[in-house]
């Protein structure tokens, strides 16, 4: 007999070599109906794999981030063995899942697939699937593994074995289809229901232009059709929210290719919003006695060798900035923290003077691949909203949950209410990713963990997935169509101060190393203002929004009198501007919707008699009359709810 222990501390005994999907039915008839996968000791496995040993056992829906990904895992294959059987002769790559589904690359021998060819496959897919086929896994020497990939004439598949090590490869079979793979896989074809292709495109094998180009095929399969119709209703409401597209009608932000891909240009109302946030933080750091600095765009190639940057990230950094003096080398800063170590250093430390908190928001520089470049979510020059904290190891936990404070205020002001604190720690089983000691990272993440549960945050705890220099604590943030995006981070660190050598005397008049707190609220202002622009499909919190107003007259004769309003609101620091074109109010009002300006003014006969404006509220209609006085309290209590 084996023992298993179930997420709520539950031990159940069952006999060995018995399966996640058997200990499923023992719970439940329903529950076995919806288990994807399992994962057994940390590890997601086939839930018809034999379980051997005592395990910590979770069982694996399409509830779970790792129980979609088997399912879309497994409906690459499904695809696979759809396309062998409709287009004869076609070799296959890679087919690995994604965060919006899966995807296959396919080499089609001179055939083409396009959007008209859609149907016959998601049709060949339901007919394979309908067939509840299992999903065998099979163990097989690296021998066999290139003979039966050189009987197909495969070259895609027998490159990747190269790859491989004997005792390391593993088949799995569906049907009539057979494909090198690791898995995990799902119990059985049946469980996939529901089939849509979304895209198909060129990619070069293995990514690099001088190999052939292969047909990649993008697509997304559920396990009820109701979530597929839920899930194409959420990207037609996520194409209306673009970020790109808004940022476009919003006179936000542009890309230009002659300043260089990824190297967002932001316009004069992004501008303004863009420092409105600035000016917000700056405002809250203020009162928490952060203190600003400013550093360089470049820094010396030594700095990152110290830091550590440089060994992790070089190879995938712009080129090094050579000057005159021989072997001397520059980089573009990828991070602000090895500067604001030197900062540090310049004047002596007491334990008196820490906590020190120094804040920037610094620009840097990464070099990302330009098939990962998308809007402002993925650039090559950032500005982030960074702070260091040095502290004496006492100070660790109080600051931190200062900071976790600081996060929390910037979500509710920015109306973000739904959230997980991902606490993502260091991979135990593959420390050689990580730099320091494993003491320190032990005192990183005990601290990260007890400031968490001491604010009562919920929290996932991720393996792997903590910076190489410390654990973290990422803000996982669901925007108003349910999506997650990742936006505010604070990271523990015992490791920069050693490579830096920095110190601080303690009341024991010794030399002692101060702990580093890093954190980014925002994470960058580029993907900040872009998850905003898509959470509010750009109708952002009053406070922030580039115009606040628009005064619209009813004809060219009140315009001296709107020119009046607008400069009696500019003395209570309100943001707007006058429609004066030649045109009908209701295309006036009509445009300013489009907009996405928060109120209109209009103002005609009526109004300049009275001193009044008539107020129109964006998406909700006519407020009345009010005074210029009455209309300014308006706005000033939108906004003070805010931040309540």
């Not at 005592?54 to 759809?82: F, P």
């Amino acid at each position: 007999m084996i023992k298993i222990t179930l997420p709520d501390g539950t031990v159940r005994e069952y006999a060995k070599g018995t399966t996640a999907l058997q200990v499923a039915l023992s719970i439940s008839e329903g529950l076995a109906r919806n288990v994807l996968a399992a994962k057994v000791n940390g590890e997601v496995w086939d839930a018809t794999r034999a379980i051997n040993d005592d395990a910590k056992l979770v069982l694996l829906t399409m509830n779970d981030l790792e129980g979609k990904s088997t399912l879309w895992h497994s409906s690459a294959h499904l695809m696979a063995e759809a396309l062998e059987a409709l287009y004869p002769g076609t070799k296959f790559g890679i087919g690995p899942p994604i965060e919006s589904g899966f995807y296959y690359d396919i080499d089609l021998g001179g055939k083409t697939i396009s959007q008209e060819d859609f149907k016959k496959i998601e049709d060949k897919m339901l007919e394979l699937a309908r067939q509840g086929n299992a999903y065998f896994r099979k163990e097989v020497s690296k021998a066999d593994a290139i003979a039966y990939f050189k009987e197909k004439n495969d070259e895609y598949k027998l490159d990747l074995l190269e790859g491989l090590e004997d005792g390391q490869i593993t088949f799995y079979q569906q049907g009539n289809f057979t494909d090198l793979c690791r898995g995990p896989h799902i119990p059985n074809t049946g469980f996939i229901k529901a089939v849509k292709l979304m895209n198909v495109a060129g990619a070069y094998w293995r990514g690099d232009e001088k190999n052939k180009m292969l047909t990649r095929i993008y697509a997304v399969t559920f396990t009820k059709q109701k979530e597929l119709t839920e899930y194409l209703e959420l990207l037609e409401q996520a194409k209306a929210r673009d970020h790109r597209k808004l940022g476009k009608e919003l006179e936000l932000f542009a890309f230009s290719e002659k300043v260089g891909m990824g190297l967002p240009l932001w316009l004069p109302k992004g501008a303004a919003l863009r420092e409105r946030l600035v000016q917000f933080l700056q405002k809250a750091q203020v009162k928490d006695g952060y203190l600003p600095v400013v550093t360089p765009h470049i820094g010396n190639k030594n700095l990152y060798i110290t830091s550590g940057h440089y060994e992790k990230y070089g190879a995938d950094s712009f080129q090094p900035i050579r000057t005159p003096h021989e072997g001397e080398e520059f980089f573009l800063k990828p991070m602000n923290c090895p500067h604001h170590c030197e900062i540090y250093k310049v004047t002596p430390k007491s334990y008196k003077d820490l906590p020190v908190r120094y804040a920037e928001f610094g620009t840097v520089y990464r070099y990302e691949q330009a098939g990962e470049l998308h809007g402002l979510t993925r650039v090559r020059g950032f500005t982030q909203d960074d702070a260091h904290l040095f502290c004496r190891p006492d100070q660790v936990k109080e600051e931190f949950c200062k900071v976790i404070d600081l996060v929390l205020y910037v979500l509710k002001a920015l109306d973000f209410p739904t959230f997980t604190a991902q606490i993502s720690l260091r991979d135990p089983e593959n420390k050689t990713k990580y730099i320091g000691s494993d003491e320190n990272w032990a005192l990183a993440e005990a601290a990260i963990i007890e400031s968490a549960k001491e604010k009562g945050l919920n929290t996932v705890i991720e393996l792997g997935e903590a910076a190489f220099y410390g654990p973290k604590l990422d803000f996982m943030v669901k925007d108003a169509i349910g999506r997650k995006w990742q936006l505010g981070t604070i990271q523990v660190d015992y490791n920069l101060p050693e490579r830096f050598e920095l110190e601080y005397t303690g009341s024991d008049n010794q030399k002692h190393r101060p702990v580093m707190i890093h954190r980014a609220p925002f994470g960058s202002l580029e993907r900040f203002v872009a998850v905003l622009i898509e959470h509010c499909a750009g109708k952002f919190p009053l406070w922030l929004t580039p115009e606040q107003f628009c005064i619209l007259p009813i004809s060219e004769k009140y315009n001296d009198y709107a020119k009046k309003v607008l400069e009696l609101l500019k003395n209570y620091d309100i943001r707007g501007f006058i429609d004066d074109r030649n045109e009908k109010i209701g295309k006036k009002i009509r445009d300013t919707e489009l907009m996405k300006v928060p109120y209109m003014l209009i103002v005609g006969e009526k109004e300049e008699a009275e001193n009044q404006v008539s107020v129109r509220q964006q998406a909700k209609g006519d407020l009345g009359s009010f005074s210029i006085e009455d209309f300014t309290k308006i706005i000033k209590t939108e906004i003070e709810n805010n931040f309540k």
